[in-house]
């Protein structure tokens, strides 16, 4: 908790619990000064209290505070604020170089002659090791073990490496392989709602607050603890103490009423909501629910929809804290005097909700009465695409006909220890009850396992072709499934335990039975996934399935029994039973009291005491792995293609350099508008034929061994060459062309970007990329930064940038600089064989400045444009000067050793 310099609104108080005093900063007290943030959304206040607690003077500001009671008055701003989370949390995928930065940072400061101890995360933070797990052996009950031991031999040198960061950093926690989703975790039991540190001897509450390496962490939400999702650039400034700045949001506020009815699940709710906000609109938006429909929903049916607010495009989906929160801490083994101080924390911070508060203001509203909601999917390729279960034959038999697919095709397929089949377009291959968004939620998890005994007991059996999976979020699952004796049927229905992790919704559904593979390859099949996930993209969920269907894991075993989407669920029957009936869904689905009973009787707080009470400490293969590495510093391997040093630090002084102009730059790529994350940073399969998989051939690493750039993200040459290198990324230097290349000047020859880009540094020749409106949309990927950076790239010229991805270039050393409106790429008819001198920074450096920019072409003219720095605050600026956020950081710890 940094020290406070200011406390203008006089509003540092103290609270009692028990026999504990804690010191926090009031919001009643703050508004007797600024009587307008009383009608604050909740979430709104949350992020008051922060800048209470925060106001330095600099970052934080008298003006900052009061622009939260304006937005009060107006329910819109533009002002910018600084926001400093309590916390950060990670994955593996986006964990690992963040720890690999964080080693080097420490091999640099020693190399400067400070301490190796002087690099510590300062905020805590938790790695969860989540996205890894394949779904390689199914099925079976040696899946899990089996598809364990293959995460460790893909990813043992990660590993080693997060084990040895465990041990060698403060303030950070790992938990290991095979305990769970980060999301999950995070809301069964690292969550407080009300977060407590110590400062000069002094005990302070204050909100929870994160952000987090993964999208979903919105999920926390539920809970009452405001949270999302950011790149690993701003994760890592986070964690080193500096503050997340944001412009103060609008907030839509979603009115829930009324209660589900029979045969709706959290699911179907998700699925509605996900629809209603992403056709209102709600991108870089806060969503805050109300309405006395909140009495109705458990804390994992509101995690269940705040984990989908990527899906629906907000910044985070908030529920105010109520007494459902407080029953959910005591549930899941939350410590008493935390689940006291919450609720004495709330009440008097006005941050309490119940059927006596005043409904705040909004930016605009929504309702929805949840009795109207009704059976649902999403899909066949995006989450925000509703489909009533009543209309999903129509849905599945539109898309077959829209890409002229044979619908009647048959394909004969024998499969050992199967009896033969036909394999046809629209069957489902994979079902999979998988992704945190529905396995935190023992309603449709339990609910899944009564419709399969249900159905076991009617004597309906699962279709060969379908590969089934249960993939829970947290092992406490495993354990209300056992005692409510139906993991067993489970098994025997095929949905045997594969993990603890994202699997499917993340695409690693493991390979389909190679008899299978074969037929949909070799006529073209057009077969479809049905998963309880969260996202269904086009090509996401397995290369071979064209289809994917969200749903509840309850139709996840439906569709699994049923085969195919194009099978009626409403009206034809799933079978014949034992005593000759028809069987259709209606009979085999388990009632809503029935569920209730089973929560009931199979869930108890001591699950959640047992399961997380050693959280940390991981099985033999994980505590083996300590044995490898030791030390303040990482013991880096030179042979390795996972976890090599970066470049970052090389050759730094203790003191920032001097600025330089930009001289004789050639543009690496000229690109259109709305280039995405996806389209610059490295991600998905590594090819061969490219420069990254050149470079793993050349150390000995065999196609089948590449993994993907998301596991090698703690290399730097695995991913700089994997930068600018899309398949889909379109170049206008060679407009015939698609792909990772360019033209190199003044040879004239086209070659792979990262090729060119070695050879104009081997000429020492700086680099500029020219973009369209939205440059960086997508993703917040840091290597979209990070590998700009490594090619060179010294600043990137843009008609309009996405909010994060600037900041990751600031925060990279890489300057992003505007076109002014009017002039862009196409006004200025560049080709790419110009030459740019940029300057007018180098000398004053300050936020938003015109910068010159001399365009010399090749017949020798000139042409003088002026171009927005949007380098937009003082930080930044600070930033800049030091060439990236952690070099800023890591000169102010060199000269600052008190910080030990």
Known sequence: MSRIVHNSLECHKTLQVDNQTYHYFSLREAEKKIPEIAHLPFSLKVLLENLLRHENGRTVTLDDIKALGKWAATTKSQHEIAFQPARVLMQDFTGVPAVVDLAAMREAIVKLGGDARQINPLVPVDLIIDHSVMVDEYGSANAFRHNVLMEYGRNRERYAFLRWGQEAFNNFRVVPPGTGICHQVNLEYLGQVVWTASRDGKAYAYPDTLVGTDSHTTMINGLSVLGWGVGGIEAEAVMLGQPLSMVIPEVIGFKLSGELREGATATDLVLTVTHMLRTHGVVNKFVEFYGDGLRHMSIADRATVSNMSPEFGATCSFFPTDRETLRYLAFTGRDPQRIKLVEAYAKEQGLWRDDTTVDPVFTETLELNLADIEPVLAGPKRPQDKVLLSKSVESIMAVLKSENVKIDQKISVTSEGREPFDLENGHIVIAAITSCTNTSNPSVMLGAGLLARNARDKGLKVKPWVKTSLAPGSKVVTDYLEKAGLQDVLD???????????????????????????????????????????????????????????????????????????????????????????????????????????????????????????????????????????????????????????????????????????????????????????????????????????????????????????????????????????????????????????????????????????????????????AGQEYGTGSSRDWAAKGARLLGVKAVIAES????????????????????????????????????????????????????????????????????????????????????????????????????
């Not at 969260?534 to 049923?562: C, M, T």
């Not at 005491?609 to 033999?620: I, K, P």
């Not at 490898?628 to 996972?642: M, P, V």
């Open 801 to 900: 940038f996405e909010r994060i991805h600037r900041s990751n270039l600031v925060g990279m050393g890489v300057l992003p600089l505007q076109f002014k409106a009017g002039i862009n790429r196409q006004t200025l008819k560049l080709t790419g064989r110009e030459l740019f001198d940029i300057s007018g920074f180098e000398q004053n450096l300050k936020p938003r400045m015109e910068i010159n920019c001399v365009i010399h072409r090749t017949d020798g003219s000139q042409e003088i444009i002026s171009l927005l720095s949007r380098i937009d605050t003082l930080d930044e600026v600070e930033y800049f000067l030091n060439d990236g956020i952690l070099h800023y950081v890591l000169r102010n710890l060199l000269n600052s050793p008190a910080r030990l």
């Open 492 to 770: 025997e229905m095929g949905f045997n335990l594969v993990g603890y992790g994202c699997t499917t919704c993340i695409g690693n559904s493991g390979p389909l039975l190679p008899e299978i593979a074969r037929a949909i390859e070799e006529n073209n099949l057009s077969v479809v996934s049905v998963l309880s996930g969260n996202r269904n993209f086009d090509g996401r969920i397995h290369p071979q399935v064209k289809y994917s269907y969200l749903a509840s894991p309850l139709l996840v075993v439906a569709y699994a029994l049923a085969g195919s989407m194009k099978f009626d669920l409403n009206h034809t029957p799933l079978g014949i039973g034992k005593d000759g009936k028809p069987v259709y869904l209606k009979d085999i689905w388990p009632s809503n009291a029935d569920i209730r009973h089973a929560i009931e009787q199979s869930l108890t707080p001591e699950m959640f005491r047992q399961r997380y009470a050693e959280v940390f400490g991981g099985d033999e293969e994980w505590r083996s792995l300590t044995k490898s590495k030791s030390g303040l510093t990482y013991e880096w391997d030179a042979q390795s293609t996972y976890v090599k040093l970066p470049p970052f630090f090389e050759n730094m002084s203790s003191v920032p350099p001097k600025l330089m102009a930009i001289h004789h730059a050639r543009p690496l790529a000229i690109l259109g508008d709305s280039i995405t994350t996806d389209h610059i940073s490295p991600a998905g399969s590594i090819q061969y034929e490219g420069p990254a998989g050149k470079y793993l051939e050349e150390h000995h690493v065999g196609a089948t061994q590449f993994n993907s750039y998301g596991s090698r993200r703690g290399n730097h040459e695995v991913m700089m060459r994997g930068t600018f290198a899309n398949i889909r990324l379109k170049n206008e230097m060679i407009p015939e062309m698609t792909g990772g290349v360019t033209r190199h000047y003044p040879s004239g020859e086209i070659l792979p970007i990262y090729d060119a880009a070695m050879r104009y540094q081997s000429e020492h020749i700086p680099l500029v990329v020219i």
